[in-house]
């Protein structure tokens, strides 16, 4: 959304009449996907990280193009190869958070953020199944998906969010309290500074004029002694 409210266009490798050209466009998902997970922006050579994958189906073999290997299984992995746009750290701290917010591998991840009136939804879970905690539409509760006895329905957990989204903002409200202070002193700096350049400015363009009147008028006291 950032890219695209900011204008960037970002490079496609398109194949055509004239073989494979670089295209410039708007920014889609499978463009910055590639971008964020391609080792080469953090520095790094890499070979075989995509395989093929052969079934059968109906008596005939099927393959499967492009199916992504685990980093322990590519080929050849050589870190600073060359200059990377981020550190191998944040690399890897970007692969983390991107496979976190995989909301489609269900309990495995945590999930991204999605809507609701829950302040904590996708990001609590049960304590006994690890699983991620829902938030019911039809009031303010969190629950775990898991009947304990399927006979009865009754989950494994269900409890009210009111208290704990409660705890939680407060929490974080005490935490980036200095955080707020500081930024406000900052802010107050940053105008008197900007006020005091802007004030240099005017003067240097105040002195330019002088300098140029000065100029102007020694002309013409020297074409009238003339």
């Known amino acids: 959304m950032w890219l695209g409210q900011e204008a960037i266009d970002l490079p496609t490798a398109v194949?055509?009449?004239?073989?494979?050209?670089?295209?410039?466009?708007?920014?889609?998902?499978?463009?910055?996907?590639?971008?964020?997970?391609?080792?080469?922006?953090?520095?790094?050579?890499?070979?075989?990280?995509?395989?093929?994958?052969?079934?059968?189906?109906?008596?005939?073999?099927?393959?499967?193009?492009?199916?992504?290997?685990?980093r322990e299984d590519w080929a050849v992995l050589i870190r600073d190869h060359h200059d990377g746009?981020?550190?191998?750290?944040?690399?890897?701290?970007?692969?983390?958070?991107?496979?976190?917010?995989?909301?489609?591998?269900?309990?495995?991840?945590?999930g991204a953020v999605r809507n609701g009136s829950g302040l904590l939804v996708g990001l609590l879970r049960c304590g006994r199944k690890l699983k991620v905690l829902h938030h019911s539409r039809r009031d303010a509760r969190y629950l775990c998906a898991t009947h304990v006895d399927p006979s009865t329905e009754k989950r494994c957990t269900v409890f009210s969010n009111m208290r704990i989204d409660a705890a939680v903002s407060a929490e974080?409200?005490?935490?980036?309290?200095?955080?707020?202070?500081?930024?406000a002193l900052q802010l107050i700096s940053d105008r008197k500074q900007a006020g005091s350049?802007?004030?240099?400015?005017?003067?240097?363009?105040?002195?330019q004029a002088r300098y140029e009147a000065a100029q102007l008028r020694s002309s013409w006291v020297s074409a009238a002694s003339a």
Do not use: C
């Open 85 to 110: 746009y981020i550190s191998w750290t944040e690399y890897d701290r970007n692969q983390t958070m991107i496979a976190n917010n995989a909301n489609m591998k269900g309990t495995m991840v945590a």
């Open 172 to 183: 974080v409200l005490r935490a980036i309290a200095p955080l707020a202070l500081e930024a």
């Open 15 to 70: 194949h055509g009449s004239q073989g494979w050209t670089v295209r410039w466009g708007a920014p889609r998902y499978h463009a910055v996907h590639r971008l964020l997970t391609n080792p080469v922006y953090a520095g790094a050579y890499v070979f075989g990280r995509t395989a093929t994958r052969t079934r059968v189906e109906d008596g005939r073999k099927v393959l499967t193009h492009g199916v992504a290997r685990r």
């Open 197 to 207: 350049e802007r004030l240099r400015q005017r003067e240097l363009a105040l002195e």
